[in-house]
C-alpha cells in the first residue's frame, strides 16, 4: 500500500497522536458524565474526536483517487522565529511593557514570512497594538503596564 497523498496522511497521524495525548492524560481525572462533567470529561472527548477525525483524514491520504502530493521540507528557520517571538514576548513584556513588547512580537515574527516588508509590518504593528489595546485593556479592562520602565511615573 503506498501513500498517495502524504500532506493528508501524515496530518492524520499527527491528528491520531495528539488525540491520544490529550485522551490519554485526560483520563487521569474524574470523568464524570455528561450531565455532570468532570475535569476528565472534556479532554478524554475531545481526544477521541481527534483520534476519529486523524484515522479519517490519515486513510483519505491513502486513497487512489486522491491527488499526489509530497511533503515539503520542514522550514525550521520559521518555526523558531515565530516561537522566538513569543518568548520574546513573554521575557520582555515587564521591561518593555504590553505596546513595546508586542511591537517586538509582531516585526520579528513578520520577518518569517517570504513576503516580509519593513512597511507593512509596521502597518500590521499599529492596527495589532490598536487592536489589542482596544480587547485587553479597554473592553475587559486587564491590568498591564503599557509602557516601558523607563517611561513609567
Excluded at 486522491?66 to 523558531?80: G, M, P, R, S, Y
Excluded at 509590518?121 to 491590568?143: D, E, G, R, T
Aim: glycine share 12%; charged share 10%; with cysteine.
Amino acid at each position: 500500500m503506498t501513500i498517495k497523498n502524504q500532506k493528508d496522511f501524515w496530518a492524520g497521524v499527527m491528528f491520531v497522536l495528539l488525540g491520544g495525548f490529550f485522551a490519554g492524560f485526560g483520563t487521569q481525572y474524574t470523568f464524570g458524565t455528561a450531565a455532570r462533567m468532570g475535569p476528565g470529561y472534556f479532554p478524554t472527548v475531545l481526544g477521541v474526536l481527534l483520534m476519529i477525525l486523524g484515522a479519517i483524514v490519515a486513510v483519505g491520504g491513502l486513497s487512489s483517487k486522491n491527488t499526489e502530493e509530497k511533503v515539503q521540507k520542514f522550514a525550521w528557520d520559521v518555526l523558531l522565529l515565530i516561537l522566538g517571538a513569543i518568548v520574546l514576548f513573554g521575557v520582555l513584556l515587564n521591561p518593555l511593557g504590553l505596546i513595546g513588547s508586542l511591537l517586538v512580537l509582531i516585526m520579528v515574527s513578520s520577518y518569517a514570512s517570504h513576503e516580509h516588508t519593513w512597511k507593512a509590518a509596521l502597518l500590521n504593528s499599529a492596527i495589532l497594538i490598536s487592536l489589542c489595546m482596544f480587547v485587553f485593556v479597554y473592553a475587559l479592562k486587564l491590568q498591564f503596564q503599557l509602557w516601558p520602565v523607563f517611561m513609567r511615573g
